[in-house]
């Protein structure tokens, strides 16, 4: 079956740097998305790789293997508004988007 | 401001009393979809449209409707809503079904079917 895999939850402080992993598995790839969603929000995307390497926008970077199947978004300078909890989306081969279950991020002061 | 409009943000209703919740883009949007999002179970797909009059299953599409009349909206209609739909749902969309990597949701519908 498809799936992706994510921690469940991650905490941290204020000024920290924090990855959150995502390992997939499903039939076909085109792309690895990462999305953010506050409580009670709707989640807005952050980032997006096709390729492997790393993309980087602002605090947040994004990095894909593709031959790893396996993908991770970097947050650092952590501020406490990123508390929020944190998606991986992988589109497959039946162009389908799939979510992971998301990574709770806690940041404390 | 580019948005999707997600119309009521809180329902509560009985089962079997058909709804609809109604979903507008104002970004030109080719493809809309809805999801449902439910603790533990990430995001899952109810229905997507590629453009005017071309929808489709997701992973999850039992006991909902959609159409497509219009660019801008994607209504999700239930016609007999059970208490296990439950839960909180968003519409959203992508500039093409290419593009659905990156994809703008609306603010989401927390409904409770008693």
């Known amino acids: 079956g498809q799936s992706l895999e994510q921690p469940s939850e991650v905490t941290a402080v204020e000024g920290a740097i924090v990855q959150i992993n995502c390992t997939y598995q499903?039939?076909?790839?085109?792309?690895l998305s990462w999305y953010q969603q506050h409580d009670g929000g709707a989640p807005t995307f952050l980032s997006y790789?096709?390729?492997?390497g790393l993309e980087e926008t602002g605090r947040f970077s994004s990095f894909l293997s593709r031959s790893d199947s396996y993908g991770y978004l970097l947050l650092q300078e952590l501020q406490m508004k990123d508390s929020a909890s944190y998606f991986c989306a992988v589109r497959d081969g039946t162009d389908k988007l799939i979510f992971g279950t998301g990574t709770r991020l806690q940041v404390f002061p | 401001e580019a948005q999707v409009t997600q119309n009521p943000r809180y329902l509560i209703t009985v089962t079997g009393k058909k709804l609809t919740v109604t979903c507008s883009q104002n970004m030109n949007h080719e493809y809309m979809s809805w999801y449902r999002q439910d603790p533990g179970l990430g995001l899952r797909q109810i229905y997507y449209s590629m453009n005017v009059e071309v929808t489709d299953k997701g992973d999850v599409p039992e006991g909902y409707k959609v159409s497509r009349k219009e660019k801008r909206n994607f209504p999700l209609i239930l016609e007999s809503p059970s208490p296990n739909q439950t839960s909180l749902y968003f519409c959203?969309?992508?500039?093409?079904?290419?593009?659905?990597?990156?994809?703008?949701f609306g603010a989401g519908t927390r409904l409770s079917v008693l």
């Open positions: 790789n096709a390729l492997d």
């Open positions: 959203a969309s992508s500039l093409t079904h290419l593009a659905k990597n990156i994809q703008y």
């Open positions: 499903t039939s076909g790839f085109y792309g």
